[in-house]
């Protein structure tokens, strides 16, 4: 399943609604990159399995003076495990982030 | 032939090169003595010698073949120290390569952009067509062969970009390294795992490795231009209350998903029992969603068409409350 998120919202709202996507559609997120037209990210789910735990979603932004690298091995990704780094829109700009879980 | 004053000028130009050369040298601060991978004594070397590593390493088996739980408590202190040894003997080295790599392209840049100016300062000032029919050659000759440089050997790419990526596929290995000494024992994370996660950490520091990672990165953002939207239906933003109604929804739902799933395998009499109380709820709650559904429909696909009920609330999101109501949650006052 492919939706598009407005890349207008910020990094939370874009969070929430992806979390709330994959609650609602018993998905969970595979993907999330930058659309080819206006600011828009394309989202790509997969199933998941009756009985399946979908941990919590969690993005973080990575600064430009930092790596992927460093923030999967920072505290704020203790016990999470990474389920893509890309360049989304967040708030019309074009972000660094890893998506963990 | 070359007149006097054309040969006066090109002497000029290349004299005052090589002193720019040794005028602008900009390199590093001085390397702390202990940091220093030449400064040795005779007790003493930063450096992890051979004979050192092959004592170390010797020992390091003998304490795994061991097998009990003190040897292997020592051996996995041993392989952590002989990490690192290297691990510090890798750093310095790619330190070094990493200054001189950036002083090197500097400096030919700058040699580079002198010689270009010199040769176009010559021509242009120089008498007689034979002369600067000549240093016009020159000057384009020059001027491929640095392209040449530039495409061979460095594809075009700025070193900032070059060795960015390589400082990123360094700290990625190191993440790992790091990781598993930290948390694996040598059964998990033996030393020659982690000798090989080394050789990886040594050639994520080189020139080819940042090409290749950039020229991976090129192939991304090309594969990223190709994420089409054209067709793909848009997510509104979900709110707040959105999110803790679905997560309120869920959260009953799995409770019914897990009670089944479980009597799939354990089939005692509780966790049967316990599947048949969810099975009837969740049929209940089908009912009052989908009033025409049968209800003789297999457990299996009870659960399935509940899902797509919940489904539903993806794009109406005013299915959320329908749902609230259908699976018995009470509704807050924001909601």
């Not at chain 1, 399946?52 to 973080?60: N, R």
């Not at chain 2, 950490?201 to 054209?230: H, I, N, V």
């Amino acid at each position: 399943m492919k939706r598009t998120i407005d890349g207008n919202a910020t990094l939370e709202e874009q969070r929430r609604t992806l979390r709330f996507a994959e609650l609602a559609s018993f998905k969970k997120l595979d993907n999330y990159e930058m659309g080819d037209i206006g600011e828009l990210n394309v989202a790509s789910f997969i199933d998941t399995e009756i009985g399946e735990k979908v941990p919590e979603l969690v993005i973080l932004e990575v600064p430009e003076s930092r790596t992927p690298a460093e923030i999967i091995s920072s505290p704020f990704a203790a016990g999470k495990r990474l389920i893509f780094d890309s360049t989304v829109f967040i708030e019309g700009k074009e972000t660094k982030i890893v998506a963990l879980r | 032939m070359f007149k006097k004053s054309s040969l006066t000028v090109i002497t000029i130009v290349f004299i005052s090169l090589s002193g720019c050369s040794r005028v602008v040298k900009v390199d590093r601060p001085r390397v702390p003595k202990v940091l220093d991978r030449d400064a040795v004594n005779e007790t003493f070397s930063i450096q992890y010698a051979i004979d050192e590593f092959e004592k170390d390493y010797k020992r390091y088996k003998t304490l795994v073949l061991n097998g009990d739980d003190a040897s292997l408590g020592l051996a996995r202190i041993l392989r952590d120290v002989m990490i690192d040894r290297i691990r510090v003997d890798v750093e310095l080295n790619y330190r070094e390569y990493e200054a001189r790599l950036f002083a090197g392209r500097a400096a030919f840049d700058s040699v580079a952009d002198f010689l270009e100016l010199g040769l176009a300062l010559a021509t242009t000032i120089s008498n007689g067509e034979r002369v600067k029919t000549v240093l016009g050659a020159v000057s384009t000759a020059f001027k491929g062969n640095r392209l040449s440089i530039n495409k061979n050997f460095f594809r075009e790419r700025t070193i900032e970009a070059i060795v960015s990526k390589m400082q990123e596929s360094r700290e990625k290995v190191k993440a790992r390294i790091l990781r598993n000494m930290l948390e694996a024992s040598v059964k998990n994370y033996s030393f020659e795992a982690g000798w090989t996660d080394l050789v990886e950490f040594f050639y994520a520091g080189t020139l080819q490795s940042g090409l290749q990672a950039l020229t991976a990165d090129a192939g991304t953002a090309a594969a990223r231009a190709k994420a089409r939207t054209e067709g793909v239906e848009q997510l509104r933003i979900a709110s707040l209350q959105d999110l803790e109604m679905i997560q309120k929804i869920r959260a009953e739902h799995d409770k019914l998903e897990a009670a089944w799933a479980t009597a799939r395998t354990n089939t005692s009499p509780q966790a049967v029992a316990a599947s048949n109380e969810a099975i009837t709820k969740a049929r209940q709650i089908l009912k009052r969603l989908d009033p025409d559904s049968r209800e003789d429909l297999p457990e299996r696909e009870v659960l399935l068409r509940l899902r797509s009920k919940i489904s539903e609330s993806l794009d109406d999101r005013s299915k959320l409350v329908e749902l609230m109501e259908a699976y018995g949650i009470p509704q807050t006052g924001n909601q």
